[in-house]
């Protein structure tokens, strides 16, 4: 009896151990199945969480699309949609080539021997033209023949009350009038060529008629001059006309000179002024520069009109509404560039090889030979 009992309670032993040990089983693979599932679920968001949004580019990426983006704006009517209609001329008939992307608005090559154009870009859109009109005022001050030498003061009158711009001219210091006229061409200072002005026989008034009627003989149809600074937004020209004028003035020794000076030192009585040229290519041993103007407003954007010689060949080049601030310097080496490495391929025009204010600039390719 003794040994039953011993042998039913050491199998109720051994049951209820198996019991346990089968609980504890089960238990582990219910936490390894849970902690299995939530890893996988953990994983699951990880992996979402990570994956790259959309949106998000590399630098590069954001880079070549911000090129794009602007070489792609700049031949939409962004700009030329800031004048006012009237303003926005292109004569019928026109035809723009710009075979090298230029940065400018407007833009006009032409063999100044020939009068052949050698690449146009908007050449007949009317644009303000900034300082690029004291190539004007200088042509019209040498007209009169007034003396050189002779003493002119810088007044109160003389200072801009439009743009504000800054000047070292202050009332009251004295320089000759070729002094000013240097520092006009050379500097582009704007109290200088409104002191030029403002003595011509006759007053201001008389001067901008001047100004005006020269630019009807000379054939300057899309051309009006409202003051001898270029400070006024409505100093207004085309690349066309602006060629034209470039040729004309090419004729006078002193705005030659004067324009393509590197630097200059004024005396103003108790203190000397420095001055340097506006123009960055003139620095730049690899041009030949003749006579170059510069000029920038706000409506303008930054211009340039050079008469220069490359590969042998004097050409004109005018350059307008370009915005950024070395953007027409970069368009100028863009256009000798491509001057110097095409001379297989000649731009010609289909109806006249001179160019006048009546005609559109239109253009044909040619291949010629060497």
């Not at 009109?133 to 040498?142: H, P």
């Not at 504000?164 to 240097?182: F, N, Q, T, Y």
């Not at 220069?308 to 080496?333: C, M, N, P």
């Amino acid at each position: 009896m003794m040994v039953a009992c011993a042998l039913f309670l050491l199998g109720a032993c051994d049951a209820l151990a198996a019991s346990r040990e089968q609980s504890a089983t089960d238990s582990g693979a219910t936490l390894r199945h849970d902690s299995a599932k939530r890893v996988v679920v953990r994983k699951h968001v990880l992996k979402r969480r990570a994956a790259p949004h959309p949106k998000i580019v590399t630098r590069r990426h954001k880079v070549r699309v911000a090129a794009a983006s602007r070489r792609t704006s700049r031949h939409l009517p962004v700009k030329a949609a800031r004048l006012p209609e009237t303003q926005r001329v292109a004569r019928e008939g026109g035809m723009s080539m710009d075979p090298i992307a230029l940065r400018s608005g407007s833009a006009l090559v032409v063999d100044e021997q020939s009068n052949q154009v050698l690449l146009s870009k908007n050449a007949d859109d009317v644009r303000p033209i900034a300082s690029l009109t004291k190539l004007m005022t200088a042509a019209v001050i040498l007209d009169a023949h007034l003396p050189m030498d002779q003493i002119i003061e810088i007044t109160d009158d003389d200072i801009d009350t439009l743009k504000w711009s800054s000047s070292r001219l202050r009332p009251g210091m004295k320089l000759s009038r070729e002094e000013l006229l240097k520092l006009a061409l050379m500097s582009s200072e704007n109290r200088a060529a409104h002191a030029l002005a403002r003595t011509y026989p006759g007053g201001m008034d008389a001067f901008m008629q001047a100004m005006n009627r020269k630019a009807v003989e000379l054939g300057m149809t899309h051309t009006h001059y409202l003051d001898p600074t270029g400070l006024s937004p409505q100093n207004e020209s085309t690349a066309h006309d602006l060629a034209i004028l470039v040729k004309a003035v090419y004729a006078y020794p002193l705005i030659r000179e004067f324009s393509t000076h590197p630097k200059s030192t004024v005396d103003v009585g108790n203190r000397e002024l420095k001055y340097r040229n506006t123009d960055h290519l003139i620095f730049n041993s690899g041009w030949d520069i003749l006579l170059q103007k510069t000029g920038y407003i706000n409506e303008a954007g930054h211009c340039l009109v050079l008469n220069t010689v490359v590969q042998g060949r004097k050409v004109i080049v005018v350059l307008l509404d370009a915005w950024g601030k070395y953007s027409h310097f970069g368009d100028a080496e863009r256009i000798r560039s491509w001057i110097e490495r095409s001379g297989r391929t000649v731009l010609t025009r289909t109806e006249s090889s001179s160019v006048d204010a009546d005609s559109p600039a239109r253009l044909v390719h040619s291949s010629v030979s060497e």
